[in-house]
């Protein structure tokens, strides 16, 4: 069982940068492919980010593409998420999620391709 925990989330004004970061307990993590999904208030959860197991293919969503970079190091079983420019419309929970093997070719919806989910962290972008 993998237990994800991400962190970095808080409170910014709008134009600044968070970097939110998804750690894991299973020692194995290097083989799982990640994701990063966010849901705000009244929402569905969507997709934002994902990235290979190998750290080689990563997916942004439309709505992030060019303010948003993930990245990983499996020397440290992490996966990173930086945000830049932020808008107020980014306001939600993020949730980083992960599945062995193969990183999923789907960039939209709430990630049933996933099977470990962590807890989320909150992100707040003022005006």
């Known amino acids: 069982q993998v237990q994800l925990v991400e962190s970095g989330g808080g409170l910014v004004q709008a134009g600044g940068s968070l970097t939110l970061s998804c750690t894991a307990s299973?020692?194995?993590?290097?083989?799982?492919?990640v994701g990063w999904f966010r849901q705000a208030p009244g929402q569905e959860r969507e997709f934002v980010a994902s990235?290979?197991?190998?750290?080689?293919?990563?997916y942004t969503s439309d709505s992030v593409e060019g303010r948003s970079t993930i990245s990983r190091d499996n020397a440290k079983n992490a996966v990173y998420l930086q945000m830049n420019s932020l808008k107020p419309e980014d306001t939600a929970v993020y949730y980083c999620?992960?599945?062995?093997?193969?990183?999923?070719?789907?960039?939209?919806?709430?990630?049933?391709?996933?099977?470990?989910w962590g807890q989320g962290t909150q992100v707040t972008v003022s005006s």
């Open positions: 999620a992960a599945k062995r093997g193969s990183l999923p070719t789907v960039r939209v919806g709430p990630g049933r391709e996933y099977d470990y």
């Open positions: 299973e020692r194995t993590f290097s083989t799982y492919a």
């Open positions: 990235i290979s197991w190998t750290g080689g293919l990563t």
